[in-house]
């Protein structure tokens, strides 16, 4: 005889047995917890019923035996096709509220689930996106779900204790048998070849007893389908999203793989592995049984598989048993896996008793992930959210809000073109018509109207076009078409797309190609192709013009090769006139400065003024480059506006409380060039996790700043896109203050005009590639009179007074005094006329740079005053 261990179980309490040690909101907790105590089983008893436990990869899979254990719930669902419809309706839902919409996706993912099986099985629609109130049947059902778990719980007490809560648990019930039983009653009245699960149910006949199911069961059975399906998948999605974002590697592979159904599907198991949407799976024995060589249990006993813990065993999964591992459930290793430790991974059931709604749960998911990787970027809206649970029939996250960010400059507007497999209605093509007309006489040719497709609906001209439209009447009408209804027609076709539409990419004009030549239309030239995805398709279309259409034209029409030249020269008697206006107030001096030495003077406006001493801050224009890259880096789709605003002062340059688009936020109010501070390096530090970047950062903010950071011109945005792990908000990276120059005037000269005096930025870069221009002084470089542009005055944060007692001197530097002194003139009256005494320093002439001047000066002075009584002025 076998020697059996008694199965571990908590002292309980009377009646109430271990009710105690259950957290009511999250029960699955609480079972986990005990299993972390007890080990591979345990038992729990509770009024009127125990149950076992079992949590390691080696019980679970004794007890999927099914010739010794029968499973002791069931689940019946069928797989559909109008998945994408719902899926659709989510997506644009998600890109019409914006990027600054928080979404609760295990809402909107239960939106999602319930219409794609409400219209799958019976044909029935909750617009559930449309309202924002859920269908009543919708309510109905949750409601359910929370009191069903309640009602398993609760002491065996007499009715009387529980007849508020039993009264609103059975009017639930009969408002979802009311509502499905209106579906049933509505299709019964309609005829239609509908092929779904309420159909199969309503026309299926059992081949034993000859019977069809009555209404009452095929509502029973509706109700259990809608219920069961939609919250384990919607669950599902819920946490594979959860984990993607936990886990940013993971999460590029999956957007970069996301036509790799494999990449996918290996997330969604790894995703099912860690967070099980029904965390148990409930047998029985058919005898009383032991199981681990060593624990009894009586017959009929429920045994509750705890996946939670099995799908987590280390002796199957080893030391990353804990971890969000996608690549371990790639196919190959899987099959493996699974193969050496049978049902380590059972999240849909076991044996004949497992979900059949498999395939449709995992179609519908993989369909639902593919559509919103290829069309968002994905953020936590709180980065340090920590996973918490709810549980109801299944498992979910609790309180997980993220944000959906439109990818690849994509609008809303495109998005639901693509969505439907429609190029948008206004798109490139007409231009490139139009630039194919104006080259036409450059070739000897003369195009008299240009005009669209539709305008040749059953009249295509075999001698000039015709007024236009679309191309939907054209496309049909010669689709229509079998004989040699094009005969005499020459043609040729030039067609645009982007791959992204790859439901109808090129298909129309290859067809309208390939049907033109089948009417016995005359073909001028191949067919050329753009992709709006891989660059201008202005470029493409002018190497086909070029290269293929028009030596095709000159060929078929006998155009020699000297008309065409001559046709060509007669178009390039253009004359174009180039000038560059300049101002006085915009003065140059020199004739070679390098770098070039620019005066710039501005008018403030009435309310402004300015103090000796302070600063100008400049809004330059970006150039367009740097703007793509920063909105790449975090990402931001070209659409996107912001509204800044903070609780505490907000740089004065900064728009605020309007929403603006953020590419001319981007353009116009930061300096997105600077080189980084020390400061901003050390903010970066903050944002990191990463060791490798912290200490990479901690070097560049001190011992390699000046020759890696200030010589080198390196930018904020360079340091963001050099070190990936970098989380820097947006809102901070716009805090970096745009650049301030010295105010170069005083306000005693004019209080409201100012000057500014600098060195326009343009030489040779660091990297070897292209130059170092500087935004801020080649754009102030670049005003004319009267241009207006954006600047703010910025304190010198002069606090402390100071009392100046000297002559007047002034010590002034620049480069080489035959190249950049641009004030030489000014100074040199000044100085003749005894205001002060200037003495010169030049960085470029050795002899006359300021080392040591100043001491020898002030020796000098102090010898000049020596017994001599000076008036002084103090100003605070």
């Not at 174009?576 to 006085?584: G, H, K, L």
């Amino acid at each position: 005889m076998t020697k059996t261990t008694p199965i571990p179980e908590p002292y309980g309490y009377p009646i109430i047995g271990n009710i105690s040690l259950i957290d009511s909101n999250f029960p699955l907790g609480s079972f986990v917890h005990l299993a972390e105590k007890y080990g591979e089983t345990y038992r729990l008893n509770f009024p009127g019923k125990s149950v076992v436990f079992v949590t390691t990869q080696a019980l679970v899979d004794e007890v999927c035996d099914e010739t010794r254990f029968r499973k002791s719930l069931g689940s019946v669902l069928g797989m559909f096709d109008e998945m994408h419809d719902v899926a659709t309706q989510l997506t644009m839902k998600w890109a019409r509220h914006g990027q600054s919409t928080t979404i609760i996706i295990t809402d909107d993912f239960t939106r999602l689930t319930l219409d794609t099986l409400a219209l799958c099985s019976m044909g029935f629609r909750f617009n559930s996106f449309y309202h924002d109130e859920l269908h009543p049947f919708v309510q109905a059902m949750g409601e359910f779900l929370v009191d069903s778990g309640n009602r398993n719980r609760r002491p065996s007490l007499p009715s009387m204790f529980y007849s508020k809560s039993d009264k609103k648990y059975f009017s639930d019930i009969d408002l979802l048998r009311k509502t499905a039983d209106e579906v049933l009653q509505s299709r019964k009245k309609t005829s239609g070849d509908k092929r779904d699960l309420l159909t199969a149910m309503l026309e299926g006949v059992d081949p034993k007893t000859g019977q069809k199911m009555s209404d009452s069961s095929i509502i029973d059975n509706l109700i259990t389908f809608v219920i069961a399906a939609h919250e384990t998948t919607s669950g599902m999605l819920s946490y594979a999203f959860y984990q993607l974002l936990r886990h940013p590697t993971a999460y590029r592979k999956a957007q970069q793989e996301v036509d790799e159904q494999a990449a996918l599907a290996a997330v969604l198991r790894e995703t099912l592995r860690l967070n099980a949407t029904i965390a148990m799976i409930g047998v029985e024995p058919l005898k009383d049984e032991v199981i681990g060589g060593k624990y009894p249990i009586r017959k009929g006993e429920p045994i509750l598989l705890l996946l939670a813990k099995s799908h987590r065993d280390p002796l199957v999964w080893g030391e990353t048993a804990e971890d969000f591992v996608p690549t371990r459930m790639l196919e190959e290793n899987f099959n493996a896996m699974t193969k050496e430790f049978p049902d380590c991974w059972k999240p849909f059931g076991n044996g004949m008793r497992a979900c059949i709604g498999r395939p449709f749960a995992w179609q519908e998911a993989l369909l639902v992930m593919s559509m919103l990787l290829q069309t968002f970027n994905f953020v936590m809206d709180d980065p340090n959210y920590q996973l918490q649970h709810k549980q109801t029939l299944t498992i979910k996250p609790r309180d997980f809000y993220m944000r959906a960010i439109l990818r690849n400059r994509i609008t809303s507007t495109q998005l639901e073109h693509r969505l439907k497999g429609t190029w948008p209605p206004k798109n490139q093509t007409p231009a490139l018509a139009q630039r194919l007309a104006v080259d036409a006489s450059g070739h000897g040719f003369s195009a008299l109207v240009v005009d669209s497709l539709d305008s040749a609906n059953q009249s295509l001209p075999t001698d000039h076009p015709v007024p236009p439209d679309n191309a939907v009447h054209f496309v049909a009408w010669i689709e229509s078409l079998n004989g040699k209804e094009m005969a005499g027609v020459s043609y040729a076709v030039f067609g645009c797309g982007h791959h992204d539409w790859s439901q109808t990419f090129h298909r129309m004009p290859k067809l309208v190609d390939l049907t033109m030549e089948r009417l016995r239309g005359s073909r001028i030239s191949p067919l050329g192709l753009a992709n709006a995805a891989e660059g201008d398709m202005f470029s493409a279309f002018e190497t086909w013009e070029d290269s293929v259409f028009w030596p095709a034209v000159a060929q078929c029409y006998g155009v020699s090769e000297n008309q065409e030249a001559d046709s060509l020269r007669s178009g390039i008697d253009l004359k174009v006139e180039i000038s560059t206006p300049r101002t006085s107030a915009l003065r140059q001096d020199v004739k070679q400065a390098l770098p070039v030495k620019v005066h710039l003077e501005i008018q403030l406006p009435t309310n402004m003024t300015y103090c000796t001493g302070d600063y100008l801050a400049v809004l330059p224009l970006n150039p367009k480059e740097s703007i793509y890259r920063a909105m790449r880096r975090f990402p931001l789709p070209w659409n996107a506006h912001i509204t800044i605003s903070a609780e505490g002062d907000v740089h004065p340059t900064l728009p605020t409380v309007r929403s603006m688009a953020v590419t001319d936020i981007l353009g116009a109010y930061v300096e997105l060039g600077q080189p980084a501070t020390k400061g901003n390096i050390l903010n970066l530090i903050e944002t990191t996790k990463d060791e490798i970047t912290k200490k990479a950062l901690q070097k560049l903010a001190t011992e390699s700043y000046s020759s890696e950071i200030s010589a080198r011109k390196v930018s904020v945005l360079d340091l963001l896109e050099r070190y990936p792990s970098i989380s820097l908000p947006f809102g901070a990276f716009m805090a970096m203050l745009p650049p301030c120059a010295s105010i170069s005037s005083s306000p005693l000269w004019n209080p409201s005009h100012l000057t500014l005096t600098f060195a326009v930025l343009d030489e040779p870069s660091f990297s070897g590639q292209g130059r170092d221009v500087g935004v801020a002084s080649s754009y102030l470089a670049s005003l004319s009179a009267g241009d207006k542009l954006h600047v703010s005055v910025r304190s010198s944060h002069a606090h402390t007074p100071i009392i100046y007692l000297a002559p007047a001197v002034l010590y002034f530097g620049c480069r080489d005094p035959e190249k950049d002194d641009i004030y030489r003139d000014e100074m040199d009256q000044w100085e003749a006329a005894g205001v002060v005494s200037v003495k010169g320093a030049y960085s470029r002439k050795p002899e006359l740079i300021l080392e040591g001047k100043t001491e020898d000066d002030a020796k000098a002075w102090f010898e000049g005053i020596r017994n001599v009584r000076y008036a002084m002025d103090v100003f605070d």
